[in-house]
């Protein structure tokens, strides 16, 4: 088995393998000017419009070790695949930052309409179990997962992922892919908050295929004011579609921050694009602003 899941591993770090993608997905476009902005054209702490600015938090800079970044993972997925996805990042950031992934709370649902991505992910993981941190509610018109996303058991998550901040700490940073993602914002507005003390310090999101966010009406305690940390919101362009069909409003989780980056790449519903030199490149961008906001030095 162990070997098994190196070939995995190895197949996952490929020129072109893409483990992630739905089959039945036509081709990705190729954009005539793809929409990737630089991650670095805003400076960290401001907005585009250089209107409004993020308060600076008073903290220590990281001296003699690595970044901490929590990694949470998607629906119907494990840190295991979590792990496979964020291979690339991991190279480019050797000896820089250190990735933590911790699986959901909870198995992933039987819901017909993700047991074919079910049947894929199992496969891909070795039969290792799915998870996911809380359940999503289910649209009463098409009984699947709404396109405004809202959540049960969202206390539960928090708290099993409070305990394993607090297991492990420090951790500076929090990356979320589809559903992590989500969990990510609501973590982190907890944090500001002051009720996530284990996450305290923390000083930065990566919001990768984030949902709409719907969950911001469940807990409006968390929202009060805009939130002031800083944040890159990255989207996969227009092969990652929503469950309508729609292009992914990846967009929208940034309205909860102070001064949101956005950047893009034309990967689909990935946190990377597909070619290997192309996955280097985004790595690179996104240790460059995770380093910038981390301070680093």
């Not at 297991?167 to 989500?182: K, L, T, Y």
């Not at 969950?215 to 989207?235: D, H, M, N, R, T």
């Amino acid at each position: 088995q162990a070997s098994n899941l190196r070939r995995r591993w190895l197949r996952a770090m490929a020129d072109d393998w893409d483990p992630f993608a739905d089959p039945a997905d036509v081709a990705t476009p190729v954009l005539e000017k793809p929409l990737l902005d630089d991650v670095l054209a805003t400076k960290v702490g401001e907005q585009p419009n250089d209107e409004a600015k993020v308060p600076v938090r008073p903290l220590p800079p990281i001296v003699g070790r690595p970044i901490r970044m929590l990694c949470l993972h998607g629906t119907c997925s494990n840190s295991m695949i979590t792990r496979m996805q964020m291979a690339t990042f991991a190279q480019v950031a050797r000896g820089r930052v250190e990735c933590l992934y911790v699986d959901g709370l909870l198995p992933a649902p039987d819901d017909p309409g993700i047991q074919t991505m079910k049947e894929q992910m199992l496969k891909i993981s070795g039969g290792h179990e799915l998870r996911e941190y809380c359940r999503y509610q289910l649209d009463p018109d098409t009984g699947s997962a709404g396109v405004v996303r809202k959540y049960d058991g969202i206390d539960e998550a928090l708290q099993h992922l409070r305990r394993f901040c607090s297991a492990n700490a420090p951790i500076d940073g929090i990356f979320g892919f589809s559903q992590g993602s989500n969990i990510a914002n609501l973590l982190v507005a907890d944090a500001l908050h002051g009720q996530a003390t284990e996450l305290a310090d923390v000083r930065f999101v990566v919001h990768n295929c984030s949902g709409i966010p719907g969950w911001a009406e469940q807990k409006p305690e968390l929202y009060e004011q805009a939130l002031a940390i800083p944040c890159l919101v990255i989207g996969g362009g227009p092969a990652d579609a929503e469950m309508d069909g729609k292009p992914r409003r990846w967009q929208d989780i940034g309205k909860l921050y102070a001064s949101p980056t956005f950047t893009e790449h034309d990967g689909g519903h990935q946190p990377f694009p597909r070619g290997r030199e192309e996955k280097k490149e985004f790595a690179s961008r996104l240790l460059d602003f995770v380093s910038t906001a981390a301070g680093a030095s």
